[in-house]
């Protein structure tokens, strides 16, 4: 059979299916499990025959869906929240490594960029992030204390700025997604071009180990904007290439996405938030142990729970639909 054929033929039940999950509709068990039962078998079908089609990109995503309302709506009964980050979440978001894997690629090429620029300009610094603060700075570094502006006001004043501060940049990198994806872009690229001049300002001035005190709060907080950077690249992505769905379906979908997660950051941006504002300004005082300990303890939580954990929870969902199949 064709491929059209195969669509034109099933599409209208794919539809009435996806709709009933997107709108959270109550289904008759036995009609539920007869949808999945159909949808399993097209996909299976999909899979030997359509090979890195559409169709089969789309029979993926909505035998996802169906699979979590199937098998997890018994735990989100007894807690939502919990079943959110431990199994919706990671299933949903291993949908968008390749996307996260371009919104990294764009950042780290905008540090590349501030790198090479502060090193071939010394004031290329003082365009990027400001004569008052590189100012300031030197002046810290002339004094000893290269990192004294962490450790300026109360812990729990700044502990609530920093979050607040750093969940509205993620919020802004999403949003701005609306605009084409170029909006995200252009934060993913400010945000890089900052750190690659800021590091290389420290290493100009011979003391680039001490960045390691910012790397305490800096881990998760620079990979944390670059997956809300993820999230802004896919709701623009999803109306500049929407697959089988209309443009409008097709955006308010990544929207949703988008939106899903940057809500799966907001823990994170708490947790660098209290790092830098109640660890961070003791770190030049920290033994170095510690000190590498907690970044990389920080670079191993983001890594695991975006990267790793989705494939992993994914191969067993796999496993899962293969015996049913």
Same mark, same amino acid.
């Given at each position: 059979? +064709?491929?059209?054929?195969?669509?034109?033929?099933?599409?209208?039940?794919? $539809?009435?299916? !996806?709709?009933?999950?997107?709108?959270?509709?109550?289904?008759?068990?036995?009609?539920?499990?007869?949808?999945?039962?159909?949808?399993?078998?097209?996909?299976?079908? /999909?899979?030997?025959?359509?090979?890195?089609?559409?169709?089969? *990109?789309?029979?993926?995503? *909505?035998?996802?869906?169906?699979?979590?309302?199937i098998y997890i709506t018994k735990r989100e009964s007894k807690n939502k929240i919990v079943s959110f980050w431990k199994y919706e979440f990671p299933l949903f978001f291993k949908t968008y490594h390749k996307t996260l894997l371009y919104a990294f690629l764009i950042f780290m090429s905008a540090v590349c960029i501030g790198i090479v620029s502060t090193l071939n300009d010394d004031s290329f610094v003082r365009l990027i992030l400001g004569d008052h603060y590189v100012n300031m700075t030197i002046e810290n570094i002339e004094n000893g204390e290269p990192m004294a502006v962490y450790k300026s006001g109360s812990?729990?004043?700044?502990?609530?700025? %920093?979050?607040?501060?750093?969940? +509205?940049?993620?919020?802004?990198?999403?949003?701005?997604? #609306?605009?084409?994806?170029?909006?995200? $872009?252009?934060?993913?690229?400010?945000?890089?071009? $900052?750190?690659? /001049?800021?590091?290389?300002?420290?290493?100009?001035? @011979?003391? *680039? &180990?001490?960045?390691?005190?910012?790397?305490?709060?800096?881990?998760? &907080?620079?990979?944390?904007?670059?997956?809300?950077?993820?999230?802004?690249?896919?709701? @623009?992505?999803?109306?500049?290439?929407?697959?089988?769905?209309? +443009?409008?379906? /097709?955006?308010?979908?990544?929207?949703?996405?988008? *939106?899903?997660? #940057?809500?799966?950051?907001?823990?994170?941006?708490?947790?660098?938030?209290?790092? !830098? @504002?109640? %660890?961070? +300004?003791?770190? &030049?005082? $920290?033994?170095?142990?510690?000190?590498? @300990? %907690?970044?990389?303890?920080?670079?191993?939580?983001?890594?695991?729970?975006?990267?790793?954990?989705?494939?992993?929870?994914?191969?067993?969902?796999?496993? !899962?639909?293969?015996?049913?199949?």
């Amino acid at each position: 059979m +064709r491929e059209a054929s195969f669509v034109k033929q099933n599409k209208e039940k794919w $539809m009435v299916f !996806e709709s009933a999950l997107h709108n959270n509709a109550k289904i008759n068990p036995d009609d539920l499990a007869s949808y999945y039962i159909h949808l399993t078998n097209d996909l299976s079908y /999909a899979q030997t025959y359509y090979p890195d089609s559409k169709t089969l *990109l789309y029979l993926n995503s *909505l035998a996802s869906e169906a699979h979590q309302k199937i098998y997890i709506t018994k735990r989100e009964s007894k807690n939502k929240i919990v079943s959110f980050w431990k199994y919706e979440f990671p299933l949903f978001f291993k949908t968008y490594h390749k996307t996260l894997l371009y919104a990294f690629l764009i950042f780290m090429s905008a540090v590349c960029i501030g790198i090479v620029s502060t090193l071939n300009d010394d004031s290329f610094v003082r365009l990027i992030l400001g004569d008052h603060y590189v100012n300031m700075t030197i002046e810290n570094i002339e004094n000893g204390e290269p990192m004294a502006v962490y450790k300026s006001g109360s812990n729990i004043g700044s502990f609530l700025g %920093i979050t607040i501060n750093n969940i +509205r940049v993620a919020i802004i990198a999403f949003a701005f997604g #609306v605009f084409f994806s170029v909006g995200t $872009m252009y934060i993913l690229f400010s945000n890089g071009i $900052m750190l690659g /001049a800021f590091i290389t300002f420290f290493y100009n001035y @011979g003391i *680039l &180990e001490k960045t390691s005190t910012i790397w305490l709060h800096g881990t998760i &907080e620079i990979s944390v904007i670059v997956i809300a950077g993820c999230a802004g690249l896919v709701m @623009g992505n999803s109306f500049l290439f929407p697959k089988t769905y209309s +443009r409008r379906v /097709a955006f308010t979908k990544g929207a949703k996405d988008g *939106l899903k997660i #940057v809500v799966s950051t907001i823990p994170f941006f708490i947790i660098a938030g209290f790092i !830098e @504002g109640f %660890i961070t +300004r003791y770190g &030049e005082q $920290m033994p170095s142990i510690i000190s590498y @300990g %907690i970044i990389s303890c920080s670079l191993f939580l983001i890594v695991f729970y975006y990267i790793i954990y989705p494939i992993k929870l994914n191969k067993i969902y796999k496993s !899962e639909l293969n015996k049913i199949k």
